[in-house]
């Protein structure tokens, strides 16, 4: 074979060369240089996979802490006020908030049990009252120390007198189940 190769020209031998080393360098790249950069992507792409994944529990994470105070916040109100009754808080607040001749009716709901807890519920109706007035009642309903809950609420303005309201509520308390 060596004496093949020397029996050929110059210009044969080049090209058996180039061929040579074209061989060469195809089968490096073929053989180490590719199968690494697939090898580099591969281990790129996982490692972007689990990123976002530990990115995703770590939302997950904060999402459930925060309903665990969440939930530990509405425990505590809940077992706050364990004798609450709801006529008492409706009659009181309106009381604080100056609405009491404008309560028009008290009507109880019935009560819904599931589980371990117990809603109760009262309709309330307020005629020819302020928008302020009804603003600082709904306030002290949301800040109440017991669960107590806003659950519809429709206005309407009189025909009377434009700046006053009509409104009609619905709310509950709830609390543990005996």
Request: hydrophobic residues 45%; without cysteine.
């Amino acid at each position: 074979m060596m004496s093949q190769f020397s029996q050929m020209s110059r210009r044969e031998r080049l090209m058996v060369l180039g061929a040579g080393v074209l061989v060469l360098l195809t089968i490096v790249y073929l053989g180490i240089i590719e199968p690494y950069r697939a090898a580099v992507e591969r281990v790129e792409t996982k490692v972007r996979n689990r990123q976002k994944q530990l990115t995703e529990v770590v939302a997950l994470r904060n999402q459930f802490l925060q309903l665990q105070r969440r939930q530990s916040e509405l425990d505590r109100r809940i077992n706050a006020n364990p004798g609450f009754s709801i006529f008492s808080f409706i009659e009181t607040t309106a009381v604080q908030t100056a609405l009491k001749p404008n309560l028009v009716s008290v009507r109880p709901q019935p009560p819904i049990v599931q589980d371990q807890l117990r809603e109760e519920s009262v309709e309330i109706r307020l005629e020819k009252i302020a928008l302020n007035q009804l603003l600082r009642f709904l306030f002290s309903v949301e800040h109440a120390d017991a669960l107590v809950q806003v659950k519809s609420l429709r206005i309407k303005t009189r025909f009377d007198n434009r700046a006053q309201l009509d409104a009609t509520l619905t709310i509950a308390a709830y609390g543990r189940s005996s």
